[in-house]
């Protein structure tokens, strides 16, 4: 058997312990279907002390992440440590440097440094693998970066984040609010401390430039990704929602245009009927739709321990199966230098229908009046829906200056679903809305998704 393929691994956390943990477990079976042992012979983490739940006295420790990157006692770095600078970014591009190959779960450090380390891996020969990254144990990145050569991609999205989707499921499941779900979401560890990150959308932003990049041949952009979160969902969108068939999401969705590349992340109303739908709690999904496979969908784990580690050590087997001197697929689908440059379509030029919810007075002329402002936008109306007493209305303050201040009339709730128009039209609508003095509260604008 050949030698042993050496990994060094930074970051001992929950996913680092477990890529450590299951290397050891399954190294019988690791080396059978890799033709060669793989074997830790490295590591690199704050706090030597700490118990991790396996024996690394054997093992090589390095106080710097730089060092081990470099160190002659590994061939392939593996960067579990996170942060897009700093020693994250140092070590991994040390390892490259050093000729080294490189995995990484880092989604945040490839969103930034993405070509860039690309091209790095490329100038050093040496191979740059990062499934875990994207939608935890989901083999989505070498699915588009490798399975489907030869596919011209049209639009890949899907559900990203765990911590959004528990929220949005506990919402709709147990008839709770966004707070106290959130609340519940920290307490069994699906969300942090300060769970910004996850719930405005930047974690799904990080996944999706990434996906974008691979799919459409361009630089990444994570900057220009237009991005909403899910604090401002209510229990009251998700129930009418559900009346009109549809569930919200929040999904990644990138796609080609006549305008360049669109790249958003924010609530979504998919129909009831569609398999993303039906992806429920911490679960991931991504579809990919392309020419000549037509519709691809894979869901599974998006994070944790194992999930995200069994991508780790699939980029590894990965690695210990290359043939030395063999052109390895690009990191990014092809190499970097052909990237095309980004070019960011006009948010205002989206099309879709559109779900839109009004907290109004309950006095004459409602009605007629926001018909008339949809119809000066030319947008047609697929339904319209009249709720009882709106609960809790917020009143409109100095931070929403068009509205009027309760008349002693119950607010009434009118939910308006749009056909096909564009973000542009619905926007302008709203506007003129906003200034009839009509509502109590600022709208709720959720985009409807045609999803598979």
Not at 136 to 145: A, D, L, N, Q, S
Not at 234 to 263: C, F, M, N, P, W
Not at 283 to 301: K, W
């Amino acid at each position: 058997m050949s030698e042993s393929l050496r990994v060094g691994l930074a970051g001992l956390g929950t996913v680092g312990a477990s890529v450590a943990k299951v290397i050891a477990e399954k190294a019988n079976e690791l080396a059978a279907q890799c033709g060669r042992p793989v074997e830790i012979t490295a590591v690199s983490a704050r706090d030597r002390s700490r118990d991790r739940g396996f024996d690394h006295t054997q093992m090589h420790w390095f106080d710097d992440p730089v060092a081990l990157a470099q160190s002659n006692h590994i061939d392939v770095f593996v960067e579990l440590i996170g942060g897009d600078e700093g020693p994250a970014l140092d070590s991994v591009a040390a390892a490259l440097d050093a000729g080294r190959h490189v995995v990484t779960a880092n989604k945040a450090l490839l969103a930034k440094h993405g070509v860039e380390l690309a091209r790095k891996s490329e100038a050093a020969g040496v191979i740059l693998n990062f499934e875990a990254a994207v939608a935890g144990g989901i083999p989505i990145i070498k699915t588009m970066r490798e399975s489907l050569s030869g596919n011209k991609v049209s639009r890949v999205y899907g559900i990203m984040n765990g911590t959004a989707n528990y929220i949005l499921t506990r919402m709709e499941r147990d008839r709770i609010t966004f707070a106290e779900c959130l609340a519940d979401a920290q307490r069994l560890g699906y969300a942090e401390a300060d769970p910004t990150f996850d719930i405005e959308g930047h974690d799904t932003a990080h996944k999706l430039a990434i996906l974008a990049s691979i799919a459409f041949g361009t630089q990444i952009a994570a900057d220009d990704i237009y991005m909403e979160g899910i604090s401002n969902i209510a229990l009251g969108d998700i129930e009418a929602a559900r009346e009109l068939g549809y569930r919200i999401k929040l999904l990644g969705v990138a796609q080609r245009t006549a305008s360049g590349i669109e790249q958003r992340v924010h609530p979504t109303m998919v129909p009831l009927g569609s398999v993303i739908a039906q992806v429920d709690g911490v679960t991931n999904a991504v579809a990919v739709e392309a020419d000549v496979i037509g519709t691809l969908m894979m869901s599974g784990p998006g994070a944790g321990g194992n999930a995200t580690a069994s991508a780790v050590i699939g980029d590894l087997a990965d690695i210990a199966k290359a043939q030395p001197g063999r052109q390895q697929a690009p990191a990014l689908g092809r190499p970097a230098d052909l990237l095309e440059p980004y070019e960011r379509a006009r948010m205002r030029t989206h099309e879709g229908g559109y779900f839109v919810r009004l907290t109004v007075h309950d006095r004459p002329g409602v009605f007629a009046a926001l018909a008339t402002r949809m119809a000066e936008q030319d947008i047609s109306l697929e339904s319209i829906v009249q709720h009882g007493a709106a609960p809790h209305p917020v009143p409109m303050g100095p931070d929403n200056p068009y509205g009027d201040d309760l008349d002693g009339t119950d607010p009434k709730t009118v939910i308006l679903i749009t056909h096909e128009t564009t973000e542009q039209a619905i926007r302008k609508a709203i506007e003129g809305i906003l200034q009839d003095g009509h509502l109590v509260s600022r709208p709720q604008v959720i985009r409807i998704e045609r999803a598979g």
